[in-house]
């Protein structure tokens, strides 16, 4: 619900208190069914809080929005990132790369990626 307050959000909103991602408002009311449907995925997911990867969040953490990515897209043929999977299409092999050297060295910080 927040999620899709966002989205609807225009300039006259106050976001001051909201986490930074929040207040970019990148989301348009466009993707709200799309975003919906993944965020209600998310509900549906395996708390990740029992999830035994503690270690190894950027992986936990991948998998977790990528499941919902794709079941979105399987479900009702829409893709709520097309300029992200456009993006990482053509750059898959430097993306590969750099995701593996972030899992080495710091399997726990996801920041660089979600």
Known sequence: MIGVEIAAADHSVEKSELPSMA?????KTSGLISMVAHEIIHTQQY??????????????????EGAADFL??????????KVIYNYGMQNECSLLKDFKGDLDSDPIDYSNWL
Do not use: G, V
């Open 23 to 27: 207040t970019k408002n990148h989301w």
């Open 47 to 64: 708390d990740n809080r029992k999830i035994i990867f503690k270690s190894n969040a950027l992986i936990e953490q991948t998998m977790k």
């Open 72 to 81: 979105t897209s399987e479900i009702l043929l829409l893709n709520l990132n």
